[in-house]
């Protein structure tokens, strides 16, 4: 490219001199033209006026022609910055990037929504660790295996910072939350708790009826639907937000037996616009100034949303500490449990300066967060499932064989579904939902690819198209659960890695595929699924990788195990 462009260069160079001369050899031939003509036939007034008007038109052709080139330099301006930028950056061994960054805006005028799939454009054309400017800030590409683990594993701590993006910023507790958390002492902490009180595989032991009732709940609702088209996608979602809130609160807000019906809506309502807002956080907050380019009224949106959200999760912790709140009387094992809020409450009297208020809520985000993720993959599995009824009925002939139809799949029948388990992760590698992670920021110059990155580069991890890259996944287009068997507890290096990997990778993987594996395994046990035409698998334009029409779907309880929905 640079020598193409040298080229031309040296092309509009030569092409003016030849111009400049055709221009001189013109003046001197029209003054020869002028002594010839004048001599011959100027014989009169009007003659005389003609030939001053032809005169005339030569010295605006030559301005003209001057301007031309005036204007030529003024396009080449941009080219020679480009030019000698990508020389600079060649200098300094920085990673491919595309030829022209824009001044202000850099490579931003390259990319659409979503993201990621810009991001493949850019992956194919400079190789799997590009570098690119999006405004001020300097953004890593990395799409390929290899280079994923370079950055996850070998530069893990240098990468373990978060970017400073407005939502972190509004809805994160200007940073302090534990997804939007710095890499330090604050997020070991909140990291530490978040593991040990919340996620950790004996309080996920203690919680499981949780989540068995909330299926169960969701059974009954699908049962008594009579066939009608049920909206699985809000279906999913009040299903997981549930299971947060009772975990967090114990209490329910969506759907039937909703306890406080007001303090429920109020919920759903910053749910709702949780949803509204987060789509509305485009590229424009990697600019210099995002209040000019339309974000002002998004950031004060955001703010807003925050607001509702603390004085709502306030209230949950003023009633706990003033003895009210729910608990968990029936957790697993006849054991008593806690709710979240409870739990760190009794740890702030032991350390009342570290569980603080603003603490306490930033752990209830840590739940709050996780309903989204796992609601969007049952949704793109059960899409994907009516699509290809023949990968259905061999999930249910495997529950079946399991399970039989005396009683509902339970958690402990997971590790023996293998094929379920397929099912899922062929769902997380075509539809991740974090298709680019979320984004980690350098702390210190490293070497990724053999290339120099600088410290407080941006780091984007195209998960999306290493999951879908025809070298490492064959006929990745092709929904195949088969590709996964055999490979049951086997981590496919960093081919496939739909919760990150590294310090920052997901805290609640584990909850996220029992609750998801159980709500599958119960609707494929259950239910006959109808589906009289193929579903939409369009990818809508958000951040994260949410289809683009939800999924209405009809089902009926299946004959077989009719017997286990007789509660319903
Ligand atoms: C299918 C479900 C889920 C998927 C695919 C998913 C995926 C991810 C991904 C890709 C990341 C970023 C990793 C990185 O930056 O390298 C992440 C971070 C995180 N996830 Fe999940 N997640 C899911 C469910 C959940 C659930 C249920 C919870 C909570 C109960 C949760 C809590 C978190 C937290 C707290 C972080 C931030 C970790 C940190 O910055 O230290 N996730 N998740």
């Given at each position: 490219m640079t020598i193409q462009f040298l080229r031309l260069l040296a092309f509009c160079a030569i092409a003016k001199q030849l111009l400049l001369k055709i221009v001189a050899v013109s003046q001197f031939l029209f003054l020869l033209a002028f002594l010839e003509i004048s001599k011959r036939h100027l014989h009169d007034a009007r003659e005389a006026f003609q030939f001053l008007l032809f005169l005339a038109f030569c010295a605006i052709a030559k301005h003209v022609l001057h301007h031309i080139w005036t204007v030529k330099l003024f396009l080449l301006f941009p080219a020679v910055y480009a030019i000698g930028m990508r020389l600079f950056q060649k200098s300094r061994n920085l990673p491919p990037s595309p030829f022209l960054a824009l001044p202000v805006i850099g490579h931003l005028y390259l990319i659409q929504n979503p993201l990621h799939r810009s991001l493949c454009w850019i992956s194919r054309r400079y190789g799997p660790v590009a570098l690119l400017r999006f405004g001020p800030s300097r953004v890593l590409v990395v799409s390929s295996p290899d280079a994923a683990e370079e950055c996850l594993a070998k530069n893990d701590i240098v990468f373990a910072n978060r970017p400073c993006l407005l939502a972190g910023k509004h809805l994160g507790y200007n940073y302090t939350s534990l997804a939007w958390s710095p890499y330090g002492d604050h997020w070991r902490n909140l990291r530490s708790i978040a593991s040990g009180e919340i996620l950790s595989a004996n309080c996920l032991l203690t919680l499981s009826t949780i989540w068995a009732d909330e299926v169960k709940s969701l059974l009954h609702r699908l049962a008594k639907s009579g066939g009608r088209s049920v909206n699985m996608k809000s279906a999913f979602f009040e299903l997981m937000l549930n299971v947060g809130t009772l975990m967090i609160a114990g209490k329910r807000y969506c759907g039937e037996n909703v306890g406080e019906l007001e303090e429920a809506i109020k919920f759903m309502e910053i749910v709702t616009e949780s949803f509204r807002i987060s789509g509305a956080t485009k590229m424009g907050e990697f600019l210099p100034f995002p209040r000019w380019m339309g974000l002002k009224e998004v950031e004060e949106k955001l703010m807003t949303l925050q607001k509702k959200r603390d004085e709502f999760m306030q209230s949950l912790i003023d009633e706990s500490q003033s003895g009210g709140g729910n608990e968990w009387p029936e957790a697993a094992e006849g054991r008593k449990k806690k709710t979240l809020i409870q739990v760190l409450l009794s740890r702030r009297e032991t350390e009342p300066e570290y569980y603080k208020d603003e603490t306490i809520k930033s752990l209830m985000q840590v739940v709050l967060t996780g309903p989204d993720t796992s609601a969007t993959?049952?949704?793109?599995?059960?899409?994907?499932?009516?699509?290809?009824?023949?990968?259905?009925?061999?999930?249910?002939?495997?529950?079946?064989?399991?399970?039989?139809?005396?009683?509902?799949?339970?958690?402990?029948?997971?590790?023996?579904?293998?094929?379920?388990?397929?099912?899922?992760?062929?769902?997380?590698?075509?539809?991740?939902?974090?298709?680019?992670?979320?984004?980690?920021?350098s702390v210190e110059d490293c070497q990724v690819g053999g290339y120099r990155v600088?410290?407080?580069?941006?780091?984007?991890?195209?998960?999306?198209?290493?999951?879908?890259?025809?070298?490492?996944?064959?006929?990745?287009?092709?929904?195949?659960?088969?590709?996964?068997?055999?490979?049951?507890?086997?981590?496919?290096?960093?081919?496939?890695?739909?919760?990150?990997?590294?310090?920052?990778?997901?805290?609640?993987?584990n909850l996220a595929v029992r609750t998801?594996?159980?709500?599958?395994?119960?609707?494929?046990?259950?239910?006959?699924?109808?589906s009289d035409e193929l579903i939409d698998m369009t990818e809508g334009s958000g951040p994260t990788m949410q289809k683009a029409q939800p999924l209405m779907a009809k089902c009926r309880p299946r004959s077989a195990t009719s017997d286990l929905l007789s509660w319903a």
């Open positions: 993959t049952m949704e793109w599995a059960l899409s994907a499932m009516l699509n290809h009824p023949e990968i259905l009925k061999k999930a249910r002939a495997e529950i079946d064989e399991v399970v039989g139809h005396d009683r509902l799949v339970s958690e402990s029948d997971l590790p023996k579904l293998p094929y379920l388990h397929s099912v899922i992760n062929e769902t997380m590698r075509m539809y991740p939902v974090g298709p680019l992670l979320v984004p980690h920021e600088p410290r407080g580069t941006i780091l984007l991890i195209n998960l999306f198209y290493i999951q879908n890259d025809p070298r490492y996944w064959p006929d990745p287009t092709n929904f195949k659960p088969e590709r996964f068997e055999g490979m049951e507890g086997v981590r496919d290096g960093y081919k496939m890695m739909p919760f990150g990997s590294g310090r920052r990778k997901c805290l609640g993987e998801i594996g159980l709500t599958l395994g119960s609707l494929i046990q259950c239910f006959e699924w109808d």
